[in-house]
């Protein structure tokens, strides 16, 4: 590896175009477009000027999501479908189809392509428009919150004639599965620093070939995983080392010997083998849980959330323990809701099975989840859904936790005892600490 190479950063996600914080006029904000054509420019500033809002940041909205979904489609969908471990995912499938804006918003994060500002404007800009144009909407969207849409599709996507996806990581990508590495390489070195969120993608990238490849390219990647194992698991939260567990079951369970001995190999150097499932229930429970968070950041998700949510109830109140995390969060997502209020049926069924998880259940997700729950600490941002997490859980005497770790210890009392302010300023911390430890 070349000399220019080795001094590449790994993923250095665009922080977008730079707009003036005190440019808020439309003609102006527009301008910086240059991925759009000027007819295209003149149809948002012309139903601006006209007072239809709402179709000019549905415009601007939907130019820059499909632009964003080409960006990661190139990277191919197979790939996509393994990153996400959506098995419905396949090279034949359509980008426009398979993704929901906030999973592409995720995604685009996660590769690189948008960086951390641009991310949280960008679901905040998300959370706008799946509002304003949902079922449940009683007014107009104003035109603040339409200037908030457009600008923020415009600095971070539609500001780039062409955003493509960071050449460092395709490379090193192709490096994963094509050398074996070794821990004086400066790239795997950067790679054990990097932020949680980096090490997921590296992970898998791996678990994916060690399931799906054969011959050499296996090989590779059961000796890169073996190689970082020992370095990033203290690092990797608990749902991250159950995928890797699950990855060993399921290559034992297809006769994949080869796969099947390495991650042996890999489990036995951090005695991992807690996290090898017993059953395969919890592969229902994980994909019924990411079907309700698919619905709860996709539009209409207050008239849609009833269902997918009865769906995750009726496995059962016994949740797989691979599974709890999925389901801790597709229900709390679902009873905290968001800016904007709650589906009321669907967060009284989330309630109800909240309830029915036990004590030492939730004392284990406030010691060791939700520093890295990233979904659940976005929704600690908000001050009502403060106080529905403190109901919840003095309500059902979960509000005596001791000896947490220091930071969840905090946040978790900032919660008992309604500090929205310290709640919102802990979790924003422990939420960027996720993409930057």
Known sequence: MDKVMNEIQLWQGPDGINIPANVNDTNKIVSYANYLTDKQKNQIIAAFQIEAYDMAAEYAWKKAMVKLKETIATLGMKFIGEMLNREDIDEYSTIDTALTDFTTIQLAEQLGVIGTTASLKLKQANELITHYFSKDATEEIDNISAIHIIKSSVQYILGEADISIAIEFSQFR????????SLKDPQVDQLINSPLFYLRTVMSILLASVKNDKGAKLEHSLSNLNLLIESIWKHLGENDKWNIGTAYRDVTAA????ASSGLK??????????????NLRSVTFKKAAAAVLETHYAFNNFYNEPSVVRKLASLGSTIPAPALIDCFQAYLAVYLGNGYGVSTIAAD???????????ERWYYYFEKVIQDDEIVLSKIFGTRRIERFRNLLISNSYNDFQDLPRDNQQLYESIIENKTLKAQGISQTLYNRIKKK
């Open 174 to 181: 192709e490096r994963l599965l094509s050398e074996t590495l």
């Open 255 to 258: 006769g994949n010997t080869i």
């Open 265 to 278: 190999n890999a489990l036995l150097k951090v005695g991992g083998f807690d996290f090898v499932p017993e």
């Open 349 to 359: 069924i989330a309630y109800e099975k909240l309830s029915e998880i036990s004590k």
